[in-house]
């Protein structure tokens, strides 16, 4: 879950206090918050203890400019979130949380492939929460950057998680945005949607998995979702097909799309029981991979509002059904690195004397700055830092400068 969709709470929030703060005068913008909060219920001590003693964090405000799903090549953003890793570990958990996907799906129609996928994507199953704390992360946006009164309402619904007791303010960590859990609600999303489904009489999205992905198949569920419906297939296009009529919003009759050509990639007949609505998607252009889409991807989309990210959830799911990859190729000479590729170009890096910290898989500005003076040796062009498979096929293939020396 990402930030895309603003909250009424948050514009309440914003009446007079929208200009953009520094880090010098938060104190002032953290005052006027004070008002704001204990009118809108949330107790005068509760916000002193987690808030008034907040120092901020300007760094947050590079991240709110810059999210991967707008600013990454697909072909990378898809190779690093539907890697064999991603899809063998889904598959554990499909079976290991089985019963709980079966109630969930009972519940709520939504397939367990589905949900777990948007596990898999959203926390790696569990594994990656984010690690900023969110009442730090909030009242920061809340007085500086863009998007003030979002993130004030996100605020305000953080401090009345913790009030209300059902999860506590040192387990509210998650991203520079303020998602947090298994499934990265975020608070307002939390207050709308999350579901008790252990139970215990508590909401729990960080320690109870039964809730998180009870939670998130609710929320696919009150977003459209069609129950035994598939949210698509790629599809392959005739010769001087005009794709003009593309676009996630450019529906037409799937009659349309086969009356001109249209068919699925596998060969396959379209199943009569996707309904007659369906659009054409194409992330990458006429010469990439090419997808037809229906009302279940719309559901999967409003959990952040980006094509990308819809359609890497879309494709893991099939991939955890037991489909295969892709069949058309992106159009790049330099297709993207799974993780543990990119973990690989790291150790290779290393190797070759370059301070990158430690091999995590996440290329960062050190690697970056590593794989250009590589590019530079390997006499690469362009020499842009760019961690792809070109580099990696050279590094895996080059002798290191080390071992080349005489005596090495």
Known sequence: MRISIPTLAGALLCAGFCAT???????????????????????????????AGVVADPSLLELLNRQPEFTTP????????????????GRAMLRTHADTLARVEAAYGVDPATVVAVWGVESDYGKVFGKRPLLISLTTLSCMGRRQSFFRGELL????????GDVSADKLVGSWAGAFGHTQFMPSTYRRIAVDFDGDGRRDLVDSIPDALASTANYLKRSGWRSGQPWGYEVR???????????????????YWTGRGVSRIDGQAFEPAVGTAAALLLPAGRSGPAFLV???FDAIYSYNAAESYALAIAHLSDRLRGQGGLVASWPTDDPGLSRAERRELQTLLLERGHDIGEVDGIIGSASRAAIKAEQQR??????????GQRVLRALRQAVPPAAAAPGG
């Open 237 to 255: 296009l005739p010769e001087g097909f005009d794709t003009s009529v593309s676009g996630r919003t450019s529906r037409r009759p799937l009659s």
């Open 157 to 164: 619904e953080t401090l009345r998680i913790v009030q209300g």
């Open 378 to 387: 390997l006499g690469q062009q362009p020499v842009d830092g760019r961690g």
């Open 74 to 89: 697909i072909w990378d953003y898809m190779a690093g979130l539907v890697d064999q890793e991603r899809v063998d570990d």
């Open 294 to 296: 229906f009302k279940n």
């Open 21 to 51: 703060a520094s880090a010098a005068d938060i104190s002032s913008c953290v005052q006027s918050l004070r008002g704001k909060a204990v009118a809108a219920g949330i107790g005068a001590s509760t916000f002193d203890t987690h808030v």
